[in-house]
């Protein structure tokens, strides 16, 4: 049997996390996978960017329509997952529009970013402040 | 030679920095830097040509300044943070290949479009983005248009570049099994920024005229692009309605109907160049919602009259509209067009039915259209109540007082 943990936690409260808490948290999921794997219960997984880096597909009467992010409300759960390696976005929707519950449900395609021990940030690289934002002729 | 002045260098901005925006994009794989780099190279032009002379090719010369730029710029935040150092590597390795110029600059205009309209970003965000970055409105003109503050569309651009990186937007025209679907995403945004500049009737208007301009500009540019039929069909149509832009207002800003309108204030030269753009996107046989919308809009153009048009025709092109895209606001037009073609009664029977289907029945214009064909039918008591459910619909201004004055013209009349 082959079991999928999906992680779901409020990425409001998360970004709030000081960079070291951050860290530490990263280091215990690091630790968390060496373990499962030197016991051999480890197949694949990976952490998600945020849901302000998601996309939407669907197939309605064979055509694809896409849109932002997953939906507000929690109607749709996550189903399973495939992991895919696609070039980019597009190639991305035109694989993950091949899934065949695409016709029911949807499918959320979402970059999976690297699980380093130091550095990385809770919001993802999405999280720049503004600025420079005026862009007026010189 | 002209004189390389500031005011010189303005113009040559407002007609280079997309192209070259476009061009550093593609070069330098991110948009915030290729921004930078568009600013750097204006403002090493302002410093060197008025010494130096103004370049053979000064596009070219915007374009590998701002290349050179960026990668300076990489190697100082490579002094603070190495994992610039690889990218200002890349950069310069590819600076060295020469892999350059080979694909037009058309082309990388078209991929901006692409990328701009991309239906993975927030259908306002591709508005925003489309004129920033296309079009080079600055943040500030974008938000005065749109009444938004300037903070909120900042963060809308912001998001949207992040998603583009984040996500693997590609800087890329689609592939054809995708271009359909993709040339749809970008149709309605320009078609979203004329109904912005078209129809509302809030905020400066003058602001507002400029954005239907916008609208009209992008899809002739997307029509040289890309000649795709439906492209076409969305540039007939932008300069169809737009045609009769100075007859649909009054000087109080009151709304004129189609029937009332002074024809005469119509834009001959917007008409025929829409109606030409309409037989050739027929021609193809690859034409969709837009080029039938245009073709029913010439219709009207080309009519002496409300009585001269030819009803029979836009009934049919409405049934061709409903096949490809079934919507009851298309019926509600139908069924106006029947009442035409076919009398008041008729066309009556059409709305009835719809609102008795449950459809349309919080929708102004529904109780308006019913009103209006009472009023024609003198059946005043019906009228009146009508056009008092629509005036407890409706949103804006001018609509709000036209069926005011409606409702006031049946006691009188």
Redesign the interface.
Known sequence: MKYLALVYYDEKLMEQKSQQEWDALNRECIACVEGLSKDGHYITGSPL?PT????TVRVRDN???????PFAETKEQLAGFYMLE?????E???LAGKIPPARYGSVE???ARELVETGNQAG???A?P?E??????? | MPPVSQAWLNELYQKESSRVLSTLIRLLGDFDLAEEALHDAFAAALTQWPGGGIPDNPRAWLVSTGRFKAIDQLRRKARFDVSYEDVAERLEAELVAGEEEEHGIEDDRLRLIFTCCHPGLAPEARLALTLREVCGLTTEEIARAFITATPTLAQRIVRAKAKIRDAGIPYEVPEADQLAERLESVLQVIYLIFNEGYSASVGDTLLRHDLAAEAIRLARLLCTLLPEPEAMGLLALLLLQDSRRAARVTADGDLVLLEQQDRALWDRQQISEGSNLVVRALASRRFGPYTLQAAIAALHAEADSVEATDWPQIVGLYDALLTLTPSPVIELNRAVAVAMRDGPAQGLHLIDSLLARGELIDYHLSHAARADLHRRLDRKDEARAAYRRALELVQQGPEQRFLARRLAELDVG
Not at chain 1, 52 to 55: I, M
Not at chain 1, 63 to 69: A, I, L
Not at chain 1, 132 to 138: D, V
Request: no cysteine; hydrophobic share 40%.
């Open positions: 960017l302000s880096a998601a996309t055509r694809v329509t896409v849109t932002d992010g696609a070039r980019d976005l597009n991305a929707i035109a395609v979402r970059p993802g690289n999405a720049e503004v420079e934002e005026t862009g007026e002729a010189p």
